[in-house]
């Protein structure tokens, strides 16, 4: 029934991208373009795209979006500007204080659209007062390699930022601002989706400073000073009282349209859009799972597929390179053992998983034949060892971002 599950797979994941694109989704969560002034901002790596949706519908617009490098767009009349991403650079920084300058002066009569997605953490940049970008950058990394959730990082990030956590509606007070996210945060929590620059959060410098220490995260001086003067902006202030924050993409629609697609030839079992975790622990907890239900299937029997989402985390012990889709992948391969019945695919929908330029990876029967996978799972290097194993996913940028997708393929036996 299935006579390819590689290429399967990889039409199930293209699915899941497909319905995220901002130009197939974002223009009937915009009003009426405004009579009066109208200013687009944005972060992230769809802003560019959703920038190129907002001027298919409305037309050329003033404004400021920061994307990923690579990630730009062509449009009319808002600006784009690449910076760095996952750890911030100068051109961040630099198109960061354009775009607050921006919102300066703004009236109640004035129109903001901000459209956030995620990779806004990095994007836009702010260090908090007293912090230098170096030392930001060397924050975001021990971040990142430190295993601990997205929810936590983006904590630590809006503490340490003058733009995150409410500040950029604060910033543009008291013009009305619509901001439209994509989400790609487990729950769609819109506090947490690029650090949530709209949106008020009632975390405190405390839970930074518990985070910081809970993960053993290496932070400079200047870091751990600046939290005590954290601009972050709570739920209630007025100042946001003239934002509405609408969340018009999610991991849980692409989970859908994947399950669509496949229930003809598949009996479908989601296990939900907001899994979190070690990516090589949750590997060999789906691993056992499918080898379960393996072995209840009988010739001729329907094959089950297995779908999820969420943010799987990597703690970095070793000096290979990988990401948590790849890392997911190897070690579910190394936990089947290469059963003829099981293939997967895992990747990042936004083209990038971890640092490198590679969505994710395919697992098969014959994955193991290439050599190495313990020794390269256990330097953190998945994505160096798919590449040699030829099971890469590449798909340059997608242009969305709805997180992590996850699809395992248990075919019944011959």
Known sequence: MIPDPAQFLRQLFDRAVEVADPMRSLARFLPEKPKGRVLVIGAGKASARMAEAVEAAWGPCDGLVITRYGYARPCQGIEIVEAAHPVPDQ???????RMLQLLQGLTEDDFVLALISGGASALLCAPA?????AEKQQVNAALLASGAPIVA????????????????????YPAKILALMI????????????????VGDATTPDDARAILDRW????????????????????????????????????????????????????????????EGEARDVAREQAAMATSLAASLKPGDKPILLLSGGELTVTRTGDGVGGPNAEFCLALALALDGHPQIHAIACDTDGVDGAAEVAGALVSPDTLQTPGAAEALARNDAHGWFAKAGSQVVTGPTLTNVNDFRAILILPPK
């Not at 809006?158 to 950029?168: A, D, F, I, N």
Request: net charge neutral; aromatic share 2%; charged share 15%.
């Open 91 to 97: 051109a961040g920084v630099d198109a960061t204080q």
């Open 129 to 133: 007062e007293g912090m230098t970008l």
């Open 153 to 172: 990082m983006n904590t630590v990030r809006k503490h340490l930022s003058r733009v995150k956590g409410g500040q950029l509606s604060a910033a543009a």
């Open 183 to 198: 989400s790609d945060v487990p729950g769609d929590d819109p506090a947490f989706i690029g650090s949530g620059p709209t």
């Open 216 to 275: 053993s995260i290496p932070v400079p001086p200047s870091a751990r000073a600046a939290l005590a003067h954290s601009g972050v902006v709570p739920p209630g202030d007025p100042r946001l009282s003239r934002t509405q924050n609408v969340i018009y993409a999610a991991p849980a629609q692409s989970l859908a349209a994947a399950a669509d697609l496949a229930a003809p030839l598949a009996e479908v079992r989601t296990l939900g859009d907001r899994i």
